[in-house]
Structures are given as structure tokens and as C-alpha cells.
T-cell receptor, first 112, second 113 residues
Framework: GEDVEQSLFLSVREGDSSVINCTYTDSSSTYLYWYKQEPGAGLQLLTYIFSNMDMKQDQRLTVLLNKKDKHLSLRIADTQTGDSAIYFCAESIPGNTGKLIFGQGTTLQVKP | KAGVTQTPRYLIKTRGQQVTLSCSPISGHRSVSWYQQTPGQGLQFLFEYFSETQRNKGNFPGRFSGRQFSNSRSEMNVSTLELGDSALYLC????????????FGPGTRLLVL
């Protein structure tokens, strides 16, 4: 079935690393995405990983994919107050064109 | 390149009315997807249009419809509005071919009274 799960809330101190976790159920997922949503705004694409990769690094962001456990994580290094937002993971599934399946979102709170 | 644009940004309607929302994709993108975002249900897929044809559809009632024009701009229509239709409506565009990386617009916030 199609299901993506995330923890709802994470609080960190400025300068620390943040790790946001996500699990998905559909093993045929092709791409997995991380989006960021700030209050009153749309979704901003942060990064994505193809399902045959284990890791992708993009500046302060590191994505880890454990395909066996269907587990995806997003690590934000040196977290800043501007990183406070809701983070969504999403998967795309072959044959389901134009449709992303989203988790519930993780609210990241960064304390100064 | 300009991003995805949506109009209007905010709308207030009353029950029973209908509403039309508009989405202009990134230049060169031929696929437009629509999502409804609510606090209770999260982000849910409505439908996707590619080259003026609906290619995929989510589990929403027939009151929700859409269309796409030859310039790839898309409209979404909701008829006979209900209170539960109050939501943020997001559209996203992609090339529609192969990798489905979607880029989202700022959304239209609809309030039904």
C-alpha cells in the first residue's frame, strides 16, 4: 500500500545537527523527496534521492536511504533558526504519474 | 526561469458556491498536479494533467474537476462548496516525462463559510 510515516516534531539547538526520519511502505518507489514548508508558503524542494542510491549530500543536507528497511532520513548540519519549518518526505511510484505520496510532515523547531 | 504561479492567493466563498483556481507552470513543463492540504488529512493528491489530458486522479468526489490548456496552464474547479473544502490548494509542475520532480507554487488558500 501507499503510506509514508514521519515523526511529528523535532526540537534542536542552533548549531546542532537535525535528523528527520521517514518510513515508507511501497518498495517500488523510484524517487524519494524532501520538501520544506514555511508558514503560509508552498512547498520548497530541498533534495531528492533515486532509489538505487544509499546517500546523497548537498551542502548542509545529507540524505540517507535504507531500502531494505524502507527508511529515509534527512540530516541538516549546523541547523539555523531559518531552518525552522515543516519538512515533508514524499515518494513517487512507477505508473502513478504526477502523484507524490507525502508523509504528515515533521515540524522542526530551532532554539537560539 | 519564473516559478510556478497560482492565482488567486486567497479566496473566501460560502457553501454551495463554486470556485476556480488557476496555476501557471514553469516554462517548458507540461505536467501540472494538484494537491489539497488540510491540517487533518495532510497533503492529498487531486489529479494530474499532461498535454491537456487528465493522466491520473486521486480519490476526490466529482465536484472537484480540472482542465489544462494548450499553454500548459491549468485550472481547478470545485462546485457546490462544502465547509470541509476549506484548505490550501497547491499545484506543482514537472516535465511530465521520466523523473517526476515536482516544483510547487505558493498555493491558494480557500476558506468556505
Amino acid at each position: 500500500g501507499e503510506d509514508v510515516e514521519q515523526s511529528l516534531f523535532l526540537s534542536v539547538r542552533e548549531g546542532d545537527s537535525s535528523v528527520i526520519n521517514c518510513t515508507y511502505t511501497d518498495s517500488s518507489s523510484t524517487y524519494l523527496y524532501w520538501y520544506k514548508q514555511e508558514p503560509g508558503a508552498g512547498l520548497q524542494l530541498l533534495t531528492y534521492i533515486f532509489s538505487n542510491m544509499d546517500m546523497k549530500q548537498d551542502q548542509r543536507l545529507t540524505v540517507l536511504l535504507n531500502k531494505k528497511d524502507k527508511h529515509l532520513s534527512l540530516r541538516i548540519a549546523d541547523t539555523q533558526t531559518g531552518d525552522s519549518a515543516i519538512y515533508f518526505c514524499a515518494e513517487s511510484i512507477p505508473g502513478n504519474t504526477g502523484k507524490l505520496i507525502f508523509g504528515q510532515g515533521t515540524t522542526l523547531q530551532v532554539k537560539p | 526561469k519564473a516559478g510556478v504561479t497560482q492565482t488567486p492567493r486567497y479566496l473566501i466563498k460560502t457553501r454551495g458556491q463554486q470556485v476556480t483556481l488557476s496555476c501557471s507552470p514553469i516554462s517548458g513543463h507540461r505536467s501540472v498536479s494538484w494537491y489539497q492540504q488540510t491540517p487533518g488529512q495532510g497533503l492529498q493528491f487531486l489529479f494530474e494533467y499532461f498535454s491537456e489530458t487528465q493522466r491520473n486522479k486521486g480519490n476526490f468526489p466529482g465536484r472537484f474537476s480540472g482542465r489544462q490548456f494548450s499553454n500548459s496552464r491549468s485550472e481547478m474547479n470545485v462546485s457546490t462548496l462544502e465547509l470541509g473544502d476549506s484548505a490550501l490548494y497547491l499545484c506543482a509542475s514537472s516535465t511530465g516525462q521520466g523523473k517526476e520532480t515536482q516544483y510547487f507554487g505558493p498555493g491558494t488558500r480557500l476558506l468556505v463559510l
